[in-house]
């Protein structure tokens, strides 16, 4: 089964910074396209950036900057630094999946399979 991990969550302060981890296991990893979305409390889900199969990546236009995605293929994780938080960083982040390879809106949640659990992050 695709089993995704998300951890690195926290508490930090404005201007901090939090590093997360998505550990993948199931599949071989770098097949599959891969993305961290992020929501609020009655908010839909958005996304952060996302990877494709090939290394490329597309980051959502506001957090660009801040946010860097690293994978590291030897582990099976895929990380994502995120710099110069915000109050309105705060949501839970949730590492995503999918077998879809190309042509799709990397932002749609709908077209990812597999999901990890999520990891809150609160920025005051």
């Known amino acids: 089964d695709v089993q995704l991990e998300e951890s690195g969550g926290g508490s930090v302060q404005a201007g901090g910074s939090l590093r997360l981890s998505c550990t993948a296991s199931?599949?071989?990893?770098?097949?599959?396209?891969m993305a961290w979305f992020r929501q609020t409390p009655g908010g839909e889900r958005e996304g952060v950036v996302g990877v494709d199969t090939n290394g490329a990546t597309h980051y959502a236009h506001a957090l660009k900057g801040r946010f860097t995605i690293s994978p590291d293929n030897a582990k099976n994780t895929l990380f994502l630094q995120m710099n110069s938080l915000k109050p309105e960083d705060t949501g839970t982040y949730f590492c995503?999946?999918?077998?879809?390879?190309?042509?799709?809106?990397?932002?749609?949640?709908?077209?990812?399979?597999?999901w990890g659990q999520g990891t809150q992050v609160t920025v005051s």
């Open positions: 199931g599949y071989t990893y770098g097949s599959y396209c």
């Open positions: 995503a999946a999918t077998s879809v390879q190309s042509g799709f809106d990397w932002t749609q949640a709908t077209m990812y399979n597999y």
